[in-house]
Structure formats: C-alpha cells, structure tokens
C-alpha cells in the first residue's frame, strides 16, 4: 500500500479583480501556509485572457524565498484573469510539485466552451481544460488533480481548511486579491 503524503506547505493562487473594459495584465496573489499558518504573500501577474498563467505562476513561485518549502500549488479555478487557463501538465513540469484546482461548484462546460469560441486561442484553451480532465467532487467541493491521488488531495482539503470549504491559503489568497484589485476585500472566498 502507497503512503500518503502529508502536503502541509502550501500556496495558493488567486487573481485580482478587474473591470470587464480591462486589457493588460491582472494582478495575481499567491498566499504561502503551512498548516493554516500564514508565512508569506507573493505577487505577480497575468495577462488578461491570456496564456502565461503556469509560465507566470511557476516564476512567482520558483523565484520565491518559499520556493523550497512550497509541497503543492492550490488554484481557485483553472483559469485566472478571464480566461488565462493554466496549462496544468507545463505548470506540473515547471515546479515539479502537486497541483490541486479546487471550485466551490462544477463548471458549466456549455458556457465556458461558447465563450472561449469567441476568443483568439479559445481552441487551444478549451483543450487544455479538457486535457485537466474533469472536476470531481472531493470532500465538499470540486477539483481537479495533477501530481496527486484522491486521497493526498483528500487530505490537502481536510488539513488546509481553517475558515470555510476551501483550502486557507485559497481563502487568504481571494481576501488579498480582492483588497489588492479593489482597494478591499469583501465576500467569501
């Protein structure tokens, strides 16, 4: 029988919000904690609609204070910014660490492949969502999983949570973003 892995060090991926008339880069926030404790906050950017989330995340991690104690990436959706959608097997790569995606709901795949037919690259966007695989419902909420079993991502959920359905450094990450693209926070994450 396989050991589970006690992924304790996490960071978690969330973006800023920005206006519908925005262009450029958005603001993205990575939150770094180690069983719920906050240890560190980490900034970089997206291009909106882009596709330089993993390239982008990988270098905000990896060029880090944190990037050795870092054990998973968490992301709140697999797109950032619109539709930015990160290529988890180049992310997976670049790190070489577990990547969870987590959503409080599935996805509506009717609406996201619509609008992603109506934006440069959407093909290429709508395959790596479909090379991702489909979310599975795990412990309350959704995911998808890279470089991690059921049970690891199971017990990622169980030990990251402190306030609420989602993974701490998600929520610190949501919290931040939101203050860091609005000036505040506001809502759940």
Request: aromatic share 2%; charged share 20%.
């Given at each position: 029988m396989t050991a589970v892995r006690r992924l304790s060090n996490l960071l978690?991926?969330?973006d800023a919000p920005f206006a519908r008339e925005h262009r450029g880069d958005v603001a993205i926030i990575g939150?770094?904690?180690t069983s719920g404790r906050l240890d560190g906050v980490l900034r970089g950017k997206v291009r909106r609609d882009?596709?330089?989330?993993?390239?982008?995340?990988?270098?905000?991690l990896l060029g880090s204070p944190f990037a050795e104690?870092?054990?998973?990436?968490?992301?709140?959706g697999i797109a950032l910014a619109g539709?930015?959608?990160?290529?988890?097997?180049a992310l997976h790569e670049a790190i070489a660490r577990p990547i969870l995606v987590v959503a409080r709901r599935p996805p509506d795949l009717v609406?996201?492949?619509a609008a992603l037919d109506r934006l440069p690259g959407g093909t290429r966007k709508w395959n790596?969502?479909?090379?991702?695989?489909?979310?599975e419902p795990l412990a309350g909420v959704w995911v998808q999983r890279k470089g991690l079993g059921v049970a690891e991502a199971a017990l990622l959920l169980e030990r990251g949570r402190v306030h609420g359905a989602l993974p701490e450094p998600l929520?610190?990450?949501h919290l931040i973003a939101g203050a860091f693209g609005r000036g505040y926070s506001k809502g759940r994450a």
């Open positions: 978690g991926v969330d939150t770094v904690c882009g596709a330089d989330a993993a390239r982008r995340i990988a270098a905000m104690a870092v054990q998973a990436v968490v992301l709140q539709f930015n959608v990160v290529d988890l097997d609406k996201i492949r790596l969502i479909q090379r991702a695989g489909a979310m929520r610190l990450a």
